[in-house]
């Protein structure tokens, strides 16, 4: 199992245990995001799809970082902005999320607010930084694609399949989705399927799941799947 690279608004990592369990060994994940079901159970091949440059950026820079990279990440002094020092760009986008917690987009300047340690959670800092270095080594073989679900090859896989929901979706950076194409090409998928949504959503036949607690309070969520 490895931990969160990065904070991520809607990530799954943490509700990943109660997930159906991949039945391949290669795990798809055609709305990347944080890519917290593959972080959690950590298959022995990924593949991670996504719209969002920013996603895109953030996945193959921890891809390719050697962990000396990482851990030479400089810290913010409230006030500070990543803008205010020579980074990659993706590397900045990677800090930036740790500024902004459970977010969908990077925030580029340290505030008091993001530097504030809340229940143990971790900020951005040497400790986050040491996370991040012992982990990048093990996803090395994870292979990172801008497109859309569209673009994923149709191959027998774990699919997991969470987009931005038809309701909250709008608080993603990228969130235009036909539900409807989605749903039709979720029920041609070849492997396991598991799709994720939120009550109320009815774009394939879903069922009762759990309630998981949410940056925006609880969420009600659904699933539905072929296995």
């Known amino acids: 199992m490895l931990k969160p690279f990065f904070p991520y608004f809607g990530s799954k990592w943490r509700d990943a245990r109660y997930y159906p369990a991949p039945l391949y060994d290669h795990v798809i994940e055609p709305f990347a995001g944080s890519a917290g ?3 959690w159970h950590e298959p022995a091949m990924v593949s991670l799809f996504d719209l969002d440059p920013v996603l895109v950026g953030v996945w193959g820079y921890l891809v390719g970082a050697a962990e000396s990279e990482i ?8 006030g500070q902005s990543v803008d205010d020092f020579r980074l990659p760009q993706e590397a ?8 902004n917690r459970g ?7 340290r ?10 959670q971790l900020v951005w800092g040497q400790r986050a930084r040491e996370r991040i270095a012992s982990q990048v080594g093990r996803i090395r073989h994870w292979r990172v694609y801008y497109g859309s679900y569209q673009a994923a090859p149709r191959v027998p896989a ?4 969470d987009p931005p929901y038809i309701d909250k979706g709008r608080y993603y950076r990228v969130h235009d989705v036909e539900y409807d194409r989605l749903g039709a090409w979720c029920q041609r998928l070849l492997g396991q399927a598991v799709v994720c949504e939120q009550a109320g959503a009815d774009w394939l036949p879903f069922q ?9 309070g609880t969420s009600a969520e659904v699933i539905w799947t072929n296995a």
């Open 111 to 120: 505030t008091a607010y993001s530097a504030r340690i809340d229940r143990q």
């Open 158 to 161: 774990t699919w997991f399949v």
């Open 92 to 99: 900045k986008w990677l800090i930036g999320f740790w500024l």
């Open 37 to 39: 079901y593959a972080t």
């Open 208 to 216: 009762p799941f759990r309630t998981t607690k949410s940056t925006r």
């Open 71 to 78: 851990l030479a990440l400089p810290d913010l002094a409230v």
């Open 103 to 109: 977010s969908a987009s990077p925030k580029k300047t």
